[in-house]
């Protein structure tokens, strides 16, 4: 039996978005709050919140990587955070719950929280960590003042969440 060019066609497109699979996870930040993200394995998420509430002036979403953790972030028309402060770190059990990412299956969970094992702990990693689980926005500017200041290395004021 001849294959034609036609069908040749048509079976290198089916191999070839074969690797390109998209995947549909329901992802947590540290607010409590839940989000359906259908993801590229490049990391490229449609995001839609399921459960809790967006920052007031922000009706948008977005995946941040702010150095070591990766977080949900609230924005604006601009689809970037304007601020570190309008995101949360998300949580995890496994490296299912996290967003995949470097043409991987699955992102990568390490003690809690969604990473990127590649980087170093960073100020912005800090403001997420003493943020975690005191709501959204810059409602703890004690916390926030500590994050900012963890120096260089950066290390995570103790009384904040924990990398």
Known sequence: MRIGPGLTLVVFA????GCKRVSERTLRDTESRAFKAVCDRDGD???TLT???HAPDKKGLAIHTTGN???????GESKKPDATTDCRALVCSADGDCPPMHGLKDGTCINGLCREPSASISVDDAVLLCLAGTGLGTTQPDRL????????????PTICRQP
């Open 45 to 47: 998420c449609k995001l």
């Open 51 to 53: 459960s809790g509430d």
């Open 69 to 75: 953790l990766i977080a949900m972030c609230d924005v």
């Open 145 to 156: 003042a500590m994050a900012l200041n963890c120096g260089s290395p950066c290390r995570v």
């Open 14 to 17: 089916l191999a070839t978005t």
